[in-house]
């Protein structure tokens, strides 16, 4: 198992986020998309959308199951990764990188401190790994 990275922080049904010039920008994880196999669609909010902490945000669909995806902070919807859209499997490819979801606008960066850190991660799916 790879370590998660240690710059962003991540919510307990397998979201990351990272932020970037005081908005935030939000993926799934490398352990999520190893799980769901082979991505072929994501229904992702339109910017504009507002959305509040954990809850629903879209789903991704992959050749094994249909997941719903979760909002690791409250905010506004700025931007769509259409790359995603267009050929989700570039997030099996790159999860952390060109494979991020939406760009949000962050509501209250208090939330922060109810996300994970990497290593806390790291220990929720080795212990999820174990059952």
């Known amino acids: 198992m790879t370590e998660s990275p240690k710059d962003l922080k991540y919510t307990r049904e397998h979201e990351w986020v990272r932020l970037e010039d005081g908005?935030?920008?939000?993926g799934i994880t490398d352990y999520a998309q190893e799980q769901l196999g082979d991505l072929v669609y994501f229904?992702?909010?339109?910017?504009g959308t507002e959305l509040r902490q954990f809850e629903k945000?879209?789903?991704?669909?992959?050749?094994?199951?249909v997941s719903d995806l979760f909002a690791?902070?409250?905010?506004?919807?700025?931007?769509?990764?259409?790359s995603?859209?267009?050929s989700p499997e570039i997030?099996?490819?790159?999860?952390?990188?060109?494979?991020?979801l939406?760009?949000?606008s962050v509501a209250?960066?208090?939330e922060l401190e109810k996300l994970l850190t990497a290593e806390e991660y790291d220990a929720l799916i080795a212990a999820e790994s174990e059952e």
């Not at 945000?57 to 199951?65: D, H």
């Not at 690791?72 to 259409?82: K, T």
């Open 108 to 110: 209250d960066f208090s």
């Open 72 to 82: 690791p902070l409250s905010g506004e919807v700025i931007e769509v990764n259409e």
């Open 91 to 100: 997030v099996n490819s790159d999860p952390y990188g060109e494979g991020w």
């Open 43 to 47: 229904d992702l909010p339109e910017p």
């Open 84 to 86: 995603a859209r267009e």
């Open 23 to 26: 908005a935030a920008v939000v």
């Open 57 to 65: 945000l879209g789903e991704a669909e992959s050749v094994k199951a």
């Open 102 to 104: 939406v760009r949000m």
